[in-house]
């Protein structure tokens, strides 16, 4: 069965940093664009970060751009993360997502990892 | 940006009742919408792909579409429809559009049961 497992979540202070992982088993991670989408408590889905299969194009939300890094290890099938400057705003569930290669939409996330940013 | 807008924001339905969904978009994005189920503590799951797409795995009593038969709607207006409401449907509901980056979810749909 396919799957993806978040891991890396805690508190952080603001201007923090965290690193994020998310692993995949049981298919070719290395062929499929990687997101990370987040949900703050009590609000809705908000699309952060993906990369391409191979690694070579990276796309951010304005709001996590300059701050964010998405980046994939493909011989480990393991997707990443690197927030730095962390502010309050950035709590929240993150979950990783395989993207569909033609309609671009999601068809497999993990369950999250929670990100607190608080002092 | 595409902005997603969802109604109703949270609906109450007795078990086997007809539910319908509402998903706008801000400018036409053909067919690539998708829908999303929530529930707390567990993955997120794709129900709908491309509109009208079942997800392999999903029950048939889920359905999706596209309202508004005047041009002027066409392309904007998209509907998920749960023939026959469950008690395990309880959830929160979003649709994303596909067609353009950044990708973006609409504010969601909470279904509750009666």
């Known amino acids: 069965e396919e799957q993806l497992l978040e891991s890396g979540g805690g508190l952080v202070q603001p201007g923090g940093s965290l690193r994020l992982s998310c692993a995949a088993s049981?298919?070719?991670?290395?062929?499929?664009?990687m997101s990370w989408v987040r949900q703050p408590p009590g609000k809705g889905l908000e699309w952060v970060s993906g990369?391409?299969?191979?690694?070579?194009?990276?796309y951010y939300a304005d709001s996590v751009k300059g701050r964010f890094t998405i980046s994939r290890d493909n011989s480990k099938n393991t997707l990443y993360l690197q927030m730095n400057s962390l502010r309050a705003e950035d709590t929240a569930v993150y979950y990783c997502?395989?993207?569909?290669?033609?309609?671009?939409?999601?068809?497999?996330w993990g369950r999250g990892t929670l990100v607190t940013v608080s002092s | 940006d595409i902005q997603m807008t969802q109604s109703p924001s949270s609906l109450s339905a007795s078990v086997g009742d007809r539910v319908t969904i509402t998903c706008r978009a801000s400018q036409r994005i053909s067919s690539y919408l998708n829908w999303y189920q929530l529930k707390p503590g567990k993955a997120p799951k794709l129900l709908i792909y491309a509109a009208s797409s079942l997800q392999s795995g999903v029950p048939s009593r889920f359905s999706g579409g596209a309202s508004g038969t005047d041009f002027s709607a066409s392309g904007t207006e998209f509907t998920l429809t749960i023939s026959s409401l469950q008690p395990e449907d309880l959830a929160t509901y979003y649709c994303q559009q596909s067609y353009s980056t950044p990708l973006t979810f609409g504010g969601g749909t909470r279904v509750e049961i009666k």
């Open positions: 997502a395989k993207r569909d290669r033609q309609y671009w939409f999601f068809d497999l």
């Open positions: 049981t298919f070719t991670f290395s062929s499929y664009a």
């Open positions: 990369i391409s299969g191979g690694g070579d194009g990276t």
